[in-house]
């Protein structure tokens, strides 16, 4: 039943922020820039519920958004993918109870989703390369999604704790025997 | 965590509030900030009359008293005309909204009367920073298929990459991945437009010909090669020419007929009217 609740709570979380960012965020830009929301929903559930959880659900968004706005399929799947593995190693050697590690850890996988994204793009797609544009634009994406990072962080954390509760495994902690 | 709960709320109102305050000033046009102006006068043009009136008095100009008791009568008067004036309005505006949504319809269709076209609207606009995706309101059942061209009253507009039963995706110009053959329309010299990441919808033309004369403010247009774009659709004007050491490397920025930020109702090309034209298609 717990299980259940907690996959209804994503779903609608993935909703909640599909709409937000469609609607809300399509004007309420930064110098025309849009923050990205997905990035955000996939690194926390991945750091709270966990890596087995993390990887399909940041998979499933992505293909989700791939076949929904995408040019090619896969460009989106992959690279939420890989930001769930990666926040499952953030998760191992870094604290989710601090805003500013969260924060910190957010500008990096803003930073590292994009440049993957648009390196997959150069390949698949053979768009133009336009280092200085896309830095301008990265750089105000990543203060972006840190500002709602600050804002949002209260409620993450407690659809968080929920979730870990859920599906994460008491941590034995060995080194305090 | 929190040492305390009270500050960490404050913290996130805090931020809540510069954000928007970033938000706004960094989409704020110097056209949008009459506002500002208007606001200024409305504080200063009341002192600014009183003064001239004390000018007035002082000079034996003094009327204001005498007719004061009409003046109030007239005032209400104007006011109740005021309310009814601005009812009119609203319902008016409402009209004008919908005639301006069809005429739009209407112009585009009779300006490009050589296409069997469907008029579309944007349902959906593209999430990413990187990319320039929309999502218009017609699809396979009704007759759209993948790389037709897409145009509004300006000029082009993309071509259709995927269509589902009741919508369509369409790749726009200015969109990173796309390439369009173009020709200038006075010199008839070909070249090649790519979208790029530039937020002003803007692309940039290589490819130019060494011996081609280029000015700023050439008209372009789309050349018919490439079997997607017929010829002789409206791009974009040229707004600047970047010269480079070798002439071969040099390059145009063309502005875009069509304004991407506020493009809401287009046309797809589902065919030719006439047999001759189109022979890009």
């Known amino acids: ?177 | 965590m929190y040492k305390n709960k009270k500050t960490s709320i404050t913290g996130i109102i805090i931020t809540i509030v510069i954000l928007i305050i970033i938000v706004i000033i960094s989409n704020i046009k110097i056209q949008d900030v009459a506002y500002i102006e208007n606001a200024l006068g409305v504080v200063i043009m009341p002192i600014q009359n009183g003064l001239t009136y004390l000018k007035n008095w002082i000079s034996g100009n003094n009327s204001f008293f005498s007719n004061i008791n009409t003046l109030q009568e007239e005032n209400e008067a104007l006011k109740k005309k005021n309310i009814e004036l601005e009812q009119s309005l609203r319902e008016l505006e409402i009209i004008k909204s919908e005639n301006d949504t069809l005429r739009e319809y209407v112009n585009l269709t009779d300006k490009y009367s050589e296409y069997k076209t469907l008029p579309a609207y944007v349902i959906q606009r593209d999430i990413s920073n990187y990319s320039d995706i929309i999502i218009i309101n017609i699809g396979s059942k009704e007759g759209i298929e993948v790389n037709m061209p897409v145009i509004s009253e300006q000029g082009l507009v993309g071509h259709i990459i995927s269509v589902t039963d009741h919508t369509a995706k369409v790749q726009t110009i200015i969109d990173t991945a796309s390439t369009i053959s173009c020709t200038i329309s006075s010199s008839r010299d070909k070249m090649v437009a790519r979208g790029t990441l530039q937020q002003n919808s803007t692309l940039k033309a290589t490819f130019i010909p060494t011996e081609a004369t280029i000015l700023e403010g050439d008209s372009v247009e789309t050349s018919g090669i490439g079997g997607i774009y017929p010829k002789g659709i409206h791009i974009g004007t040229i707004s600047q020419i970047i010269n480079t050491k070798n002439i071969t490397d040099r390059y145009a920025i063309i502005q875009t007929a069509v304004d991407f930020n506020k493009l809401e109702t287009m046309l797809v090309i589902v065919g030719n009217n006439e047999s001759n034209q189109g022979e890009g298609t």
Do not use: H
Request: charged share 10%; aromatic share 14%.
């Open chain 1, 1 to 177: 039943m717990r299980k259940a609740v907690a996959i209804l709570i994503l779903i609608l979380t993935f909703f909640i922020t599909y709409l937000l960012q469609v609607n809300f965020f399509s004007w309420f830009t930064i110098a025309s820039i849009k923050p990205n929301l997905f990035i955000i929903l996939t690194l926390f559930v991945s750091l709270f519920a966990g890596t087995k959880v993390g990887i399909p659900y940041g998979i499933i968004i992505g293909l989700f958004c791939d076949l929904l706005l995408g040019k090619t399929i896969g460009i989106n799947a992959v690279m939420l993918g890989i930001i769930a593995f990666v926040a499952g190693y953030l998760d191992k050697n870094f604290s989710k109870e601090s805003r500013i590690t969260i924060m910190l850890m957010v500008m990096g996988v803003t930073c590292f989703f994009e440049l993957g994204s648009y390196i997959m793009q150069i390949i698949e797609l053979s768009i133009l390369i336009e280092p200085l544009p896309f830095l301008i634009t990265l750089l105000i994406e990543i203060f972006y999604n840190a500002i709602l990072t600050i804002i949002l962080y209260p409620i993450i954390q407690k659809i968080g704790q929920y979730l870990e509760e859920t599906f994460k495994e008491p941590k034995i902690l060995t080194t305090y025997y």
